[in-house]
Structures are given as C-alpha cells and as structure tokens.
Nanobody, 128 residues
Framework: QVQLVESGGGLVQAGGSLRLSCAAS????????MGWFRQAPGKEREFVAA????????DYADSVKGRFTISRDYAKNTVHLQMNTLKSEDTAAYFC?????????????????????WGRGTQVTVSS
C-alpha cells in the first residue's frame, strides 16, 4: 500500500515557477514508477510527467516539455515536479500517482489506468 500527499500548489503569475512535491509512505515507493497528472475544470485528466522506478527514465507531455522537470528522492520517499515558465493553461489540480507495475524498472507509464495509487491533489492557478 502506498499513500501519496501532494503539496506546493498555489497562485502564481504567468512566467513564474512552482515546485510540487509528493510525499509517499509505504515500503513499495522505491519500486514504483511515479507520475503527475492534472485536471482543469471541465476537462479530462491528462498526463503531465512520469519517472521510472529506477529513476533512469523520465518523460513529459508535449505541452510541458522543456518547462517542467520531474525528479525523485529515494531517501525522502518524495517525487518533485519543478514547473517553470508557467502559463495560464497550466492552471489545474495536479495529482501524484504511483504504479505497482514492475515489468521494467526503466519504464514510464502514461495512462491513468497504469497507476494504482493516487494523491488527493494540489491546486495550481496561474494568473495572466
């Protein structure tokens, strides 16, 4: 069992930065692929970024590539999402997720159905 708690959201002006954190509890964190998703009002949840179980592989949605960076700290059981050059279209609730899939420690997962545990989310609002 993995429990996830996001933090770091808030209100920021366009062009600014925020760093989201996801604190994970449970012994399986080190063997879990991790991901960030977001959902804006009236829109479907969408993939933002993912990092593999091993930490070797990361990938991003095209809309955030070059602006967002995902990382993980095994010692602190934490995953971060550094968000730079924020745009109004980045406004959404951001969710952290953990996958139990251990097929390949270097693999990342893109679909919501690939993840087994979810946090409750943290709101990011970017004012233009």
């Amino acid at each position: 069992q993995v429990q996830l708690v996001e933090s770091g959201g808030g209100l920021v002006q366009a062009g600014g930065s925020l760093r989201l954190s996801c604190a994970a509890s449970g012994r399986t964190f080190c063997s879990s692929g991790m991901g960030w998703f977001r959902q804006a009002p009236g829109k479907e949840r969408e993939f933002v970024a993912a990092i593999s179980w091993s930490g070797e592989t990361t990938d991003y949605a095209d809309s955030v590539k070059g602006r967002f960076t995902i990382s993980r700290d095994y010692a602190k059981n934490t995953v971060h999402l550094q968000m730079n050059t924020l745009k109004s279209e980045d406004t959404a609730a951001y969710f952290c997720a953990a996958s139990r899939r251990t097929l390949d420690p270097r693999r990342v997962w893109y679909g919501g159905g690939d993840y087994d545990y979810w946090g409750r989310g943290t709101q990011v609002t970017v004012s233009s």
